[in-house]
C-alpha cells in the first residue's frame, strides 16, 4: 500500500520519471472511484422527488438543496486539483471517497429524521444541504485527481477515448444507480435506504483504493523552477532545472503559470462546457418530476421511485452506448463528439418535452442523454489536449469546477421554469443546445490539430 508507484522509473542522470501505460488493475481501481460516487448520486436522484413529496416540500426547493453544495464544488475541485500536483492523486482521491462517505451517512440520517416526524421538513432539507455541502467541500477531490492521472499518463492522440472510458464510469454508475435505488428502499430505512447502503460501498471502494493502488507523493523536490507540478507519471523539470528531451510528448512549451477559465487556449472549451453542462443539469433537475407528474405518481411517492429509476438508467444505458460504442468505434475527437452530442441532446430534449407515457419519455431521455455521453467526453479532453501535459492538474481542476457550476442553480432554473410551463424548461434547454452547437462550430479547434502527437 505505500509503495512508490511502479509504472514511474527513475533515469540513472537524476531525470524525472517517465510514464508508462495505466495497468489494467489500476484502470479497474480509478473506474472504481467514479462509480460508486456516480451510482450513489444518481440512486439519490431517483429517490429525492418521492422523499420531496412525501415531505411536502416544492420541487424546486428540493434542487435548490444541491446548490450550494455545487458552489462549493466549484471553488474547491480546483483547490483540490493544485494540491494533488503536490500531494499526489491517490491522497486526493481518498479524500473525495471519505467526503462522498460522510456525505452520504448524514444526509440519509437528516432526511429519515425529516420522514419519521422527529424534524420538521424545513429542518429536514435544511440540514440535508448542509450535509451535502461536504460532498461538493471534499468529494470534488476526487474527479480532477481521477482525471489528471489518466491524462497525464496518456498519448495526445489515445486522451480522447482514454478519458471516455473513465467518463464512462459515471454512465456505468448511472445504470446501476437508478435500477438499484428501487431495491434499497427497505424496511426501517425506507425511501433513505439508497444512501445508507451507498456509503458502505465508499467505504469498500475507500479501503480497495488504500489498499491496492501505489502512493504517488512527489519523490524530489523541483529546483530552478518557481511552478513545477510533479505529479504521478507526468514527466517534470529534472534536478538542474531542465526539461528532459520526452516530456510532454514533444509539445510546445509554456511558461508555467495558474491556469484560468476564460484564457486564450481554454475559452471555446469552457464557454461549451459550462453551457453544455447547465442544459444537462436542467435536465436532469426536471427529469424525475417530469415522471411522477405524467404518470400521475404525486400521490403515491414511494411507487414512483421504479419508473424515475426506469428513465433515468436508460438514459444511463445510452450514455454508456455513446462512451463504449460511439467514440472508439468512430474514432471521434473531441471537436466531433462535442458538436454532435450537443445536437443528438437538443433533439432528444425537444422530444422528451412532449412525452406523456413512460415508454416515450424513457426513449427521449435516452436519446437526450446519448447526446451528452458524446458531449461531456469531447469538452473534457478538448480541456486536456488545449493544455500541456505539465497543466494537467490544472485543466481537471477546471472542468471539475466548470461541471460544479452548471449544477449551482440551474436544476433550480429548469424545475421552476418547469413548474410554469413544460415549454418554458425545455425550450431553454434546446436553445441552449442549439447556441452551444452555434459557437462551437466557429470557435472549437479541429481535431486533426488537438489529437496529434507533436514530436
Not at 484502470?27 to 472511484?33: E, G, N, P, T
Not at 486522451?159 to 464512462?168: E, F
Not at 481537471?396 to 429548469?414: D, E, R
Not at 472549437?444 to 490539430?449: N, T
Request: net charge neutral; with cysteine; glycine share 10%.
Amino acid at each position: 500500500m505505500g509503495d512508490a508507484d511502479p509504472d514511474k522509473t527513475l533515469t540513472p542522470a537524476g531525470v524525472a520519471p517517465q510514464s508508462k501505460p495505466i495497468s489494467r488493475e489500476r484502470m479497474v481501481l480509478l473506474f472504481a472511484v467514479m462509480l460508486t460516487t456516480a451510482a450513489g448520486n444518481t440512486a439519490m436522484q431517483s429517490v429525492m422527488p418521492s422523499i420531496g413529496t412525501a415531505l411536502k416540500v416544492d420541487d424546486v426547493w428540493i434542487s435548490l438543496a444541491y446548490s450550494w453544495s455545487a458552489l462549493l464544488w466549484v471553488f474547491c475541485a480546483p483547490i483540490w486539483a493544485d494540491r494533488s500536483d503536490r500531494r499526489g492523486r491517490k491522497a486526493m482521491m481518498a479524500l473525495g471517497l471519505v467526503g462522498f462517505i460522510a456525505s452520504f451517512s448524514l444526509c440519509g440520517l437528516m432526511l429519515w429524521f425529516g420522514l419519521s416526524g422527529y424534524l420538521t421538513a424545513f429542518w429536514a432539507l435544511l440540514l440535508f444541504a448542509a450535509a451535502r455541502s461536504l460532498y461538493g467541500g471534499f468529494g470534488s477531490a476526487a474527479p480532477p485527481a481521477v482525471q489528471a492521472y489518466v491524462a497525464s499518463r496518456t498519448p495526445r492522440s489515445e486522451r480522447t477515448q482514454a478519458l471516455s472510458l473513465i467518463a464512462s464510469s459515471f454512465g456505468l454508475g448511472t445504470v446501476i444507480g437508478p435500477a438499484l435505488a428501487p431495491l434499497m428502499v427497505l424496511p426501517g430505512v425506507g425511501l433513505t435506504g439508497p444512501f445508507v447502503i451507498f456509503a458502505l460501498i465508499g467505504v469498500l471502494t475507500l479501503v480497495a483504493l488504500r489498499w491496492r493502488l501505489p502512493n504517488d507523493e512527489p519523490q524530489f523536490p523541483a529546483r530552478g523552477k518557481a511552478y513545477d507540478p510533479s505529479y504521478s507519471g507526468s514527466p517534470t523539470a529534472d534536478l538542474s532545472g531542465t526539461q528532459s528531451e520526452d516530456d510532454d510528448d514533444g509539445e510546445e512549451q509554456v511558461e508555467p503559470h495558474k491556469l484560468r477559465w476564460f484564457e486564450p487556449r481554454l475559452r471555446p472549451w469552457v464557454i461549451v462546457n459550462l453551457l453544455g453542462g447547465h442544459a444537462q443539469a436542467m435536465m436532469l433537475g426536471i427529469a424525475g418530476f417530469l415522471v411522477l407528474d405524467r404518470l400521475g405518481l404525486r400521490d403515491n411517492p414511494t411507487e414512483g421511485t421504479g419508473p424515475v429509476g426506469l428513465v433515468l438508467m436508460a438514459g444511463a444505458i445510452a450514455t454508456l452506448l455513446a462512451q463504449w460504442g460511439l467514440i472508439p468505434r468512430f474514432n471521434l475527437g473531441p471537436r466531433a463528439a462535442t458538436l454532435s452530442g450537443i445536437l443528438i441532446s437538443a433533439i432528444g430534449v425537444a422530444v422528451l418535452g412532449i412525452a406523456d407515457d413512460l415508454h416515450l419519455i424513457a426513449l427521449s431521455f435516452a436519446i437526450a442523454s446519448l447526446g451528452f455521453g458524446l458531449f461531456r467526453p469531447g469538452a473534457t479532453s478538448g480541456t486536456s489536449l488545449a493544455v500541456t501535459r505539465s497543466e494537467q492538474g490544472q485543466a481537471s481542476g477546471i472542468t471539475a469546477s466548470v461541471a460544479g457550476a452548471s449544477y449551482i442553480y440551474a436544476p433550480a432554473l429548469g424545475v421552476w421554469l418547469y413548474g410554469h410551463s413544460d415549454w418554458l424548461g425545455f425550450g431553454l434547454i434546446v436553445a441552449i443546445c442549439l447556441i452551444v452547437f452555434a459557437y462551437g462550430w466557429v470557435s472549437l479547434q479541429a481535431d486533426s490539430d488537438l489529437t496529434r502527437d507533436r514530436r
